[in-house]
């Protein structure tokens, strides 16, 4: 164990020296006076043990601190001999220093031996009897094998340019750099330099050799006789080895990583030079070891990040602050029809039409900008010209450069909104075909006296004269006439009102004239179930929405309040409309009945797909879902209130239209729509 000892009195001198040799330890004392010009700025590994003779507490404080911050460099305890109270050497302890001993009596050694064990502090062994012994590699040569390894080469290559450098400065025989396999309890040299050759790395136990005790005490000499200590080390007789020096190679926490070792087949004494400079080899050594590792470790993780890129089915990609692509998987590529190359770093702008990608730019900002996750449904015209709908998922999270990064993942819906038409199309149809019987009475009633009232004015006309006292009673035949066609014109125009297919036209729509239409539709089966009427029907602005679809999700739910009445039920059977403005300025329609109602567990299901309680073959399951589906691709809601036994009622929820939301679709120039019979 290296001991400086400095400002320490001659009888304290000896008695810490006498001490250390009958501990059985190999030291190496150098006594050092506090003033003395030759104080060296790096202390060799060790323990540096200060005498401090009392006065004033500021100077012990500053001395602490001084020679506090050499010690870091070279990891070395410094120690402060005292008598002063607790509270003063706290403050000690606190400027620099590691400890502080106190006397036992006038003897300083026990505690100082105590110490020295529970700190576990670096030794050396196997050094020569005498005196301090001379650096083996002169100051400036020292100086110039120093600064050509800091200006190496970065990666393995440092290592090799490093362990022949001290092979020549040091006129040593082998010197060896390895790193540690902790798993395995061995070290795998990285760069091994042996009687003027590059050797072949190996990998070896730490159990039985010197670099066992480098690791567990951060440097180790042995002068002469190495492989005496260590029988086990093959390598050390089979290079005839006999001195070793060694230090160990610690991380930024302080964890050793490696070792660094210079090895002869002669005595090899070494001076402080001679520890501080490998000291500085192994401090550099590790620096580099541990930026290895570091790139290792970050080439690991952007596998990693790849390959998990790529194992999302689903186009996505990550972007910057400045909304430049920095990550993107193969199917974000191939959903863009461009290599990764060409996307890198470069934004929507460069791609995408101006309006889609202005689009996309206010979307991607309003995420960044909120912090929250977030999606959102919008076209995108691809590389071929097609237009195409798709749902974008965002997050934002942390980058790698402290600033927030956008990570989105794309779902092509287009497939998907083609089978969604095809499907409300199908339940269109469906409805159309639970009331095709009373349309069919709707316009057979018209028709039967509109065919009467043509055979009679046929007849009439057939005559060669008419008397005048005809003529109002032809007036009003042909009045009725017309009044029938006309109801049969209305009637008409509901079914294509209801069964046309612009599905993606949005614009306003006057809510009391789609409850009309719908009313019509299911007036017969009205009449069938002996169904009265209520209607509260305030005035309401226009929504946003489409029409067809409205009145899809309404003669459902008025098909549904007639098939939840009991059978056999007459007299009592009540459908309620009604119509208001909420506190929020939404459009509210309310469509209640006094049926059977619904279950508590009938309710958290009843929106789901193919959900139903109707007997096979009156009902599918879709219409609610579909309802749902519609209602919020709207922008609404709707809800329910049901109580078993005493009915049910839903809630439509729908958005006031406003002039920015008007799509390509003519705007209807009423913005306040009337109530209706």
Request: net charge negative; aromatic share 6%; glycine share 8%.
């Amino acid at each position: 164990m290296h001991v400086t000892l400095l400002g320490t009195p001659d009888s304290v001198s000896e008695e810490l020296e006498r001490e250390f040799l009958a501990e059985g330890l190999a030291i190496e004392c150098r006594r050092v006076a506090l003033d003395s010009p030759s104080l060296p700025q790096v202390f060799p590994p060790g323990l540096v043990v200060l005498w401090e003779p009392g006065g004033a507490l500021e100077h012990a404080v500053g001395t602490c601190r001084r020679l506090g911050s050499i010690c870091s460099l070279s990891r070395t305890c410094l120690v402060v001999l005292t008598r002063r109270d607790l509270a003063e050497q706290e403050e000690m302890i606190l400027a620099g220093a590691s400890e502080c001993v106190s006397p036992v009596g006038e003897r300083w050694a026990p505690n100082l031996l105590a110490l020295s064990r529970r700190m576990g502090l670096p030794f050396r062994t196997g050094a020569p009897p005498g005196g301090p012994a001379a650096s083996r590699v002169p100051p400036e040569r020292a100086l110039q094998t120093l600064l050509a390894a800091t200006t190496a080469d970065l990666g393995h290559d440092f290592f090799r340019t490093l362990v022949k450098q001290l092979a020549e400065a040091f006129r040593v025989a082998c010197a060896m750099v390895g790193e540690m396999r902790p798993e395995q309890d061995a070290v795998q040299t990285i760069a091994f330099w042996s009687r003027g050759a590059f050797q072949e790395n190996v990998a070896y136990p730490l159990r039985g050799t010197p670099c066992h005790n480098v690791v567990s005490c951060s440097i180790c000499h042995y002068a002469d006789g190495v492989s005496h200590y260590f029988p086990e080390d093959l390598m050390l007789t089979n290079f005839g080895l006999r001195g070793y020096l060694g230090a160990a190679l610690r991380s930024t926490k302080g964890e050793v990583i490696g070792v660094l070792a210079i090895l002869h087949d002669q005595l090899l004494e070494a001076g402080e030079m001679d520890f501080s400079l490998l000291g500085a080899f192994a401090a550099r050594a590790g620096a580099e070891l541990e930026r290895i590792r570091a790139h290792a470790e970050l080439e690991r993780t952007r596998d990693f990040l790849r390959n998990t890129l790529e194992a999302v089915p689903d186009p996505l990609f990550v972007k910057d602050r400045a909304h430049r692509w920095v990550a993107v998987n193969s199917a974000f590529c191939r959903f863009m029809g461009r290599p990764a190359e060409e996307l890198l770093d470069r934004s929507n702008i460069d791609f995408l039409p101006e309006h889609e990608a202005r689009t996309f730019w206010m979307q991607d900002e309003q995420a960044f900008t909120s912090g929250q996750p977030g999606e959102s449904e919008q076209s995108f015209t691809d590389s071929t010209g097609l237009p195409r709908s798709i749902l974008t998922r965002r997050a934002v999270v942390p980058g790698a450069d402290g600033q927030p990064a956008l990570v989105a993942v794309i779902r092509d819906l287009t497939e998907h909104k083609r089978l969604e038409t095809q499907l409300r199309l199908a339940d269109r149809m469906a409805s159309m075909g639970t009331l095709a019987a009373g349309v069919a009475h709707e316009i057979n009633n018209p028709l039967a006296y509109i065919c009467s009232n043509l055979t009679f004015l046929s007849e009439q006309l057939a005559q060669e004269t008419l008397p005048p006292e005809a003529l109002p009673e032809l007036r009003e035949v042909v009045a009725e006439t017309q009044e029938g066609a006309a109801r049969v014109r209305t009637i008409v125009q509901d079914l294509r009102t209801f069964a046309r297919s612009d599905e993606e036209r949005r614009g306003p729509i006057n809510v009391h004239q789609v409850i009309d239409g719908a009313l019509r539709l299911v007036r017969n089966e009205m009449q069938r179930y002996n169904t009265r009427l209520e209607r509260a029907l305030e005035p309401m602005p226009a929504v946003l929405g489409n029409e067809s679809r409205l009145g899809q999700v309404l003669v459902n739910l008025l098909v549904n309040a007639l098939q939840s009445f009991p059978e056999r039920r007459t007299g009592s059977n009540l459908i309620r409309i009604a119509t208001r403005l909420s506190e929020s300025r939404r459009v509210m329609v309310e469509v209640e009945d006094n049926g059977v109602g619904m279950s508590p567990e009938v309710m958290q299901r009843i929106f789901d797909p193919f959900f139903t309680t109707k007997p096979v073959g009156v009902g599918t399951g879709l219409g609610l879902a579909i309802c749902h589906t519609i209602v919020q691709s709207m922008g609404g809601q709707i809800d329910v209130r049901s109580t078993q036994g005493r009915g049910t009622t839903f809630i439509l929820s729908l958005p006031v239209f406003a002039e920015e939301d008007e799509d390509d679709g003519p705007a209807r120039p009423d913005q306040c729509l009337r109530a209706h019979g």
